[in-house]
């Protein structure tokens, strides 16, 4: 028994071991018996264990807190009641030592479990972020080549636009000149109209002069 004890916390302290240091692929070899433990009708057969080990532990407890008493009482121990009260001693604290090994052993896996996760969550998150950061600048690379085609589209109608304002603007002044001359030509045309209608009146007047005067000669002839 106690040699079968020795064996499993030997067993188990190299398992602790395996999993605090990482010894190239020995620790997830490790992790995967574990996982194997863990899966099926393995962590009932570990409780199953455990709970004989604890109930052989108190068992032990027991018998050396018996011997114990029959020493106190009689006043002296024998040497099998010694040699008893150490086996039973050195079972205990082996059992014991093994079920505090195996819930280390079974907390260092579920902490490397959830390392694991997290350390596979890291890099999927640097990945996005990688992704994020080429996408990122392919935009920006497109925004700026947009940019560009859209400064130099700008530029274009801005030159369009200075012709045509140049255009209009000869166009306005050959308008305004051919204005100026219809306007000069306008008011020349009225003067002579004016003159016209004034010379026209001087000669209405003239001849109704001519015609009182021939009037006054025929009454005469």
Same mark, same amino acid.
């Given at each position: ?17 395996? $999993?605090?240091?990482? $010894? ?16 099926? !009708? ?22 050396? $807190? ?41 907390? $260092? ?9 997290? *350390? ?6 640097? *990945? ?46 050959? !308008? ?18 004016e003159d016209l209608l004034l010379e026209y009146d001087r000669l209405l007047e003239d001849n109704q002069n001519l015609q009182t005067q021939l009037?006054?000669?025929?009454? *005469?002839?």
């Amino acid at each position: 028994m106690i040699q079968l004890l020795f064996l499993v916390v030997f067993v188990e302290g190299a398992v602790a071991l395996l $999993l605090m240091i990482e $010894l190239g692929p020995l620790r997830k070899l490790t992790m995967n018996a574990l996982d194997q433990v863990k899966t099926g !009708k393995g962590p009932a057969m570990v409780k199953t264990l455990a709970c004989t080990m604890a109930v052989i532990m108190a068992s032990s407890i027991t018998s050396i $807190l018996k011997i114990q008493n029959r020493a106190t009482k009689i006043g002296t121990m024998t040497p099998m009641d010694q040699i008893l009260l150490k086996t039973h001693l050195l079972e205990a604290a082996l059992m014991g030592f093994s079920l505090f090994l195996a819930l280390i052993i079974d907390r $260092l896996h579920h902490q490397l479990r959830k390392l694991g996760g997290f *350390r596979a969550n890291m890099d999927s998150l640097k *990945r996005q972020a990688k992704s994020f950061q080429e996408e990122y600048m392919q935009s920006k690379e497109q925004k700026v080549d947009k940019s560009s085609e859209d400064v130099k589209l700008l530029k274009n109608e801005i030159s369009e636009l200075k012709q045509k304002l140049q255009k209009l603007t000869l166009e306005s002044q050959a !308008k305004d000149k051919m204005a100026r001359d219809a306007e000069a030509t306008a008011k020349s045309s009225q003067k002579q109209a004016e003159d016209l209608l004034l010379e026209y009146d001087r000669l209405l007047e003239d001849n109704q002069n001519l015609q009182t005067q021939l009037a006054i000669y025929d009454q *005469r002839f």
